[in-house]
T-cell receptor, first 111, second 117 residues
Framework: SAVISQKPSRDICQRGTSLTIQCQVD?????MFWYRQQPGQSLTLIAT?????????ESGFVIDKFPISRPNLTFSTLTVSNMSPEDSSIYLC????????FGSGTRLTVV | AQKITQTQPGMFVQEKEAVTLDCTYD???????LFWYKQPSSGEMIFLIY??????QNATEGRYSLNFQKARKSANLVISASQLGDSAMYFC??????????????FGQGTILTVHP
């Protein structure tokens, strides 16, 4: 299965600022997925990122708040913009190659 | 549309005993997969086991086995010989095995497993 390097592993940010999360995959993959896990909750899909096209967002998530970059087949970024304490969550990227693999997650706290 | 229901918010088990974590699902897909993940306090998602909807035999991976009952739409995880390191959150998930929704997973609410020495 694929190996994903996700950075940063955790961060504490001031409200109103933005944080960019990176995921690097050790092989080329067509689609990458970004999930959010709010405290004590399950995982919810934010968007699907295809190389060369705009990301497809799930209901309740918008590009202005969660812009996604997918410059090539091994890399993607998710930005959490204009953060508020409600954005405090674990953010995870995922790919499907020989199984469904997740990055190690980014634990974000907004103060 | 898919839905996963995990009715056990928390489970306790004695070390070396077996435990079953329940999962029922609902999906409109003809071909789908069922997954179990372990999430320790660090937050990472560790893949445990996979069952395809057309697989005739129940999946097994070491101490993990999946009790798949298609007619009942259940996919329970059985952990044998529990270890202290098994204490974590466990998520059941389902995803389409192909087509435009391939790769998207729908998760249940999770079950917190605590293993007592």
């Amino acid at each position: 299965s694929a190996v994903i390097s996700q950075k940063p592993s955790r961060d504490i940010c001031q409200r109103g600022t933005s944080l960019t999360i990176q995921c690097q995959v050790d092989s080329q993959v067509t689609m990458m997925f970004w999930y959010r896990q709010q405290p004590g909750q399950s995982l919810t899909l934010i968007a699907t990122a295809n190389q060369g096209s705009e990301a497809t967002y799930e209901s309740g998530f918008v590009i202005d708040k969660f812009p996604i970059s997918r410059p090539n087949l091994t890399f993607s970024t998710l930005t959490v913009s204009n953060m508020s304490p409600e954005d405090s969550s674990i953010y995870l990227c995922s790919v499907t190659r020989d199984g469904y693999t997740f990055g190690s997650g980014t634990r974000l706290t907004v103060v | 549309a898919q839905k996963i229901t995990q009715t056990q918010p928390g489970m306790f088990v004695q070390e070396k005993e077996a435990v079953t974590l329940d999962c029922t699902y609902d999906t409109s897909d003809q071909s789908y997969g069922l997954f179990w993940y372990k999430q320790p306090s660090s937050g990472e998602m560790i893949f445990l086991i996979y069952q395809g909807s057309y697989d005739e035999q129940n999946a097994t991976e070491g101490r993990y086995s999946l009790n798949f009952q298609k007619a009942r739409k259940s996919a329970n995880l059985v952990i044998s010989a529990s270890q202290l390191g098994d204490s974590a959150m466990y998520f059941c998930a389902t995803g389409n095995a192909g087509g435009t929704s391939y790769g998207k997973l729908t998760f249940g609410q999770g079950t917190i497993l605590t293993v007592h020495p």
